[in-house]
């Protein structure tokens, strides 16, 4: 059988958004998100970052700025939970550039599936933007969202579930294991 995954945006997700992060000390862990990664780790689903990084397109940072961050974020969170990020995949384009990979296009999470062989039906895509949640729609996966933060406003495509931290989205996630039903019971209501 083939691994589950957590198909994770970065930026108001697992770390605070600061708008086009190009230095390493601008990664801040959010509340929770260790812990709420941690326990997902534990149930053995892949943690997967997915992100759109249009500021390598708008020339705010380098893809080799984007990588340093990233690297920060997974020391972090190693330091704080010992969890490990399994891949990052990054879309360096703008929304006009017409590219499979920038969310709400489900390419990122396409290309992880085929490359890694994770498991679609048990896996989640969870961020805290609609662009995130109509990714990981597309892709047919169930989807959270992290609500509260500087996207809270923001509509579009509902998520299955909102939570308030990575460690709520863990609670919900492991409840629905192998109930197919939530998902659909989900979408229906929304």
């Given at each position: 059988?083939?691994?589950?995954?957590?198909?994770?945006?970065?930026?108001?997700?697992?770390?605070?958004?600061?708008?086009?992060?190009?230095?390493?000390?601008?990664?801040?862990?959010?509340?929770?998100?260790?812990?709420?990664?941690?326990?997902?780790?534990?149930?053995?689903?892949?943690?997967?970052?997915?992100?759109?990084?249009?500021?390598?397109?708008?020339?705010?940072?380098?893809?080799?700025?984007?990588?340093?961050?990233?690297?920060?974020?997974?020391?972090?969170?190693?330091?704080?939970?010992?969890?490990?990020?399994?891949?990052?995949?990054?879309?360096?384009?703008?929304?006009?550039?017409?590219?499979?990979?920038?969310?709400?296009?489900?390419?990122?999470?396409?290309?992880?599936?085929?490359?890694?062989?994770?498991?679609?039906?048990?896996?989640?895509?969870?961020?805290?933007?609609?662009?995130?949640?109509?990714?990981?729609?597309?892709?047919?996966?169930?989807?959270?969202?992290?609500?509260?933060?500087?996207?809270?406003?923001?509509?579009?495509?509902?998520?299955?579930?909102?939570?308030e931290d990575l460690?709520?989205?863990?609670?919900?996630?492991?409840?629905?294991e192998g109930n197919?039903?939530?998902?659909?019971?989900?979408?229906?209501?929304?």
């Amino acid at each position: 059988m083939n691994e589950r995954a957590l198909f994770l945006d970065r930026d108001g997700t697992i770390m605070a958004d600061v708008g086009y992060p190009s230095d390493p000390r601008q990664v801040h862990l959010l509340p929770n998100a260790a812990e709420g990664l941690k326990v997902l780790q534990e149930r053995n689903y892949a943690l997967v970052v997915v992100s759109n990084q249009s500021g390598i397109a708008r020339g705010r940072l380098t893809l080799e700025d984007a990588q340093r961050v990233n690297a920060e974020l997974e020391r972090q969170l190693r330091q704080r939970a010992d969890v490990r990020i399994d891949a990052f995949y990054l879309c360096p384009h703008l929304d006009r550039d017409g590219c499979d990979c920038r969310k709400p296009k489900p390419g990122l999470i396409e290309r992880a599936i085929a490359e890694h062989h994770y498991d679609r039906t048990g896996s989640v895509a969870v961020g805290d933007r609609p662009r995130d949640i109509a990714a990981g729609r597309a892709a047919e996966l169930r989807t959270v969202r992290i609500v509260g933060g500087p996207h809270a406003d923001e509509r579009g495509v509902a998520a299955d579930y909102d939570a308030e931290d990575l460690l709520d989205a863990a609670r919900w996630i492991i409840a629905g294991e192998g109930n197919g039903a939530q998902q659909g019971d989900a979408r229906a209501a929304s």
